[in-house]
C-alpha cells in the first residue's frame, strides 16, 4: 500500500516540498516532523485547509516581537490558504486562582476577556489577516463539563505523566506544594484541540509538554494527532531571559517607530542574526546574505543592527515611520549624543528639591508647568526610574542622572 | 474563658463521661479525642444531636459480621440519641472505571443503586433502627459540580498530600501507573462530609486517609472539622486477611444459624476475644470476665467459642434459632464427628473415576440423580475444591478428602 506522499503527482509532490521549506524554516523543534508532511500531503490531495492551534491567554495582552515568532509561521501557513484557530483560554482566566495565592492569576469579567480578545485582535492585525481567522473560547466547551466529564478526562492520563512537566518536577524536587487543581491546566489545553480538531499546534518550546497534552488527549478521544510545532523563544533586549512583558526586556509592536528603532539598536550583537531570523520578513537567501557578510567583517553590527531596526518599524508602521525612525536616530546618536556621553552639570543648590524646580534650574525644560506636564506624560526619570508625581520631592546626590523625554540627559556632580 | 466541658453541670459532666466511656470502647483511633468529647458536651449542653456519617459502596452488598464492628458502633450513638447518616457513594458508581481498566468498578445503573440500597436498608435493619436513620446518595451533590466547581475543589489540596495516601504512595514505588480520575475518590469523600456538615465520621482503620480528607475539606470551607472514628479491622476465618466477601473468609449476617455457629466454630482461638469485643452486645464487665476466665483456665476455648456461635446466632436470628444451631451443633460434632476426625476408607476401585460414580461408591450419597443434585448445588468438594461439573472424573490420589454438605467428610486411603 502506497503512503499519502508517494500517491502524489510531481506538481503536488514539489507544492508539499515547497510548503515544508516554508513551516520548518526556523522551527526548534517538529513533534514528528513526518507526520507534518503527511498532513500538508493529504491537505494538497483532498485540497481541505489545514487547522492551524495557537493558544492565548486571556489576560491583558501587549503583543511584542516574541510573540511575533509563532505569529509569522502561522502567517506563512494563511498565505498558503490553511486556517489559524486562536484560542483564548478564558475558561481559566473567568476562573482565577482557586487558592488565592497568585495575585497576577486575578479573575476576569465576560468583559474584560472580550476586551482583551479584541486587542489581540487588532494588534494581531498587523501580522495576518484577521478577517480569515477564526477565533475561539474555550468556555464555550470546557464550562460545560460535568464533573462526570472531569473524571473521564481525568481518567484518560497519569499522575506519573504529568509529573513530568518541568516546572512541577522542579517544584516536587524542591518541596513545594503543587495544588491538584494545577494538573488540570495541561488537560485543559490538550481537550481543546479535541474540540478544535485542529491539525497543528503552533507554541514556544516551553509549550512542549502543554501542545503534546492535545496529542495525547486526540489520541485518547480516537481523533488524528495533532503535530507539535515548537518555536524557539526569543530572548529580550537583555540578552538572556525570554522577551516577556514582566521582564520589561521588550519590543511592543505597538509602540512608537522612534522607541522601537531606539530599542532595536540595544539587542545584544550576539543575537541579531536570532532576530533577524525570527521576527523580520528576510528571505531565507537575504538571511544568509546579512549572516555572511557579517561573518566576512563586510556588514557592521552597528549597520546590521540600524536594518534590523529599520526593517521592524517598516512591519509595523509602514516605510516611510521606518525611514523616518533612521533619519531620527542619525541626528540624535550618530551626531554625539549617545547616553554614555551624558553632559554633566555641577549642583550647588539645594539638597531637597521639588522635581519641577530642578528640572527648569537644569534647563532641562522652561517651565514649572512645562515640567509639570512631562511628569504627568511620564516623561521624566530619575537614576532611570519614572517619576509618578509632580509633587515629587529629590534628594541630590552625585552621579544622580535626570532625563526628559526619551533623549535628554543630565548627570549631577556635587 | 470556660471550655464547653467546664461549662457543663454534674449531671451533664457525668452524662458526657458515660457517653464516651461507650464510644472509645473498643475503638482503635479517634482523631483527635479532645474533639470528640467537646462535640458529646456540647450536644448534651445544647440538647441537638450529633451527626454520624458511615459511608457505603455502591456495589451489591453483602453484610458481613466485618461490617457489624462499625454498625454496632452507630448503634450506640442511635441508642443515645445521635443521627446516622449513611452516605451511599452511588456518584462514583454510576461512573464506573473511566480507564475501563478495572472490572470490578463496572457501571451501576439507578435501577442497580435504588436496589443495592435497599439491601443494606434491610441487613443493617438486624443492626440499628433504621426509620431514624438518615439515607443520602452523593450524586445529589456531586453530579451538580461543573468543571470551574471541581477546579475550585481542587485547589483545596495538594498533590503531594494525596500521594502520601499508602496504596497511592505503594504505587508509586512500584512504578505502576495512577490514573489521575483515582485523585478523586478521596476529595469526593471529602467533600461528602462539607455537604453532610457531619460531626463524626466512622469506619475501619483502613479509611483513615479518606476519612481524614473529611476533616480536611471541612476546614478549607469553613465548616466545623468532624471527628475520624476508626475501627480496628476484623479478620475473617482464615485469621489472616480482613474479613470480606471476596475473600470467602467471612460469616453474613444473613446466612442461616446452623451455618454461622458452624463458621463462627472454625474462627482460630487467638481472635477469639476480638470477635467477642467488636461483634457481641455484651457488656464491658462481661467482656473482661470471658478474658479472666479464658487466662485462668476456668473458661474452655471451645466452651467460649460455643458461647460466640450462639451469641452472633442469637443476635441475628434470636434467642430460639440460637439454642437450636447449639443443639445442632452438639448432636453433629461433640458426638464425634469432628472434621479432624474424618472416616478414612480404603479405595480399591479404579483410578480414574466418574464423581458421581465415587460419591455413591463411598456411600456418601445413596443414588448418582442424588449426587448429581448436590454438585449442581454446589455442595461436592474434593480436598476443598468446589466440583463444578456433574461429568468430572476424580483421579484417586492417596489421603484425597471427599465432602459432601457442611459436614460429611470421607478420606480415601489406597
Redesign the interface.
Known sequence: MKTIVEQLNQEQLSEVRRQMEIYTQGVQEIIPSEELEVKVAKSIMKNRPLKIKLGLDPSAPDVHLGHTVVLNKLRLFQDNGHVIQLLIGD?TG??G???GKSVARKQLTDDEVKHNAKTYFEQFGKVMDMEKVELHFNSKW???????????????????R??ERDDFEER?ALGK????????YP?MQGYDSVELECDIELGGTDQHFNILMGRHFQEKFGREKQVAMLMPLLEGLDGVEKMSKSKKNYIGIDEQPQDIYGKAMSIPDELMVKYFELITDFSPDDLAKIKTDLESGELHPRDAKMLLGKTIVRIYHGEEAADKAEKGFISVFQQGAMPDEIPTIVWDGKKEVAVVDLLVELDMLNSKSEARRMIQNKGVKVNGEKVEDTHTVISITNDLVIQVGKRKFVKIHI
Open positions: 475558561f473567568k476562573i486562582d482557586p487558592t470546557l464550562s460545560k463539563l460535568n464533573f462526570e466529564d472531569v473524571i473521564n478526562l481525568a481518567g484518560k492520563i497519569t499522575v506519573a504529568l509529573m516536587i506544594p503543587i495544588s491538584l487543581h494545577e494538573f488540570f488537560l
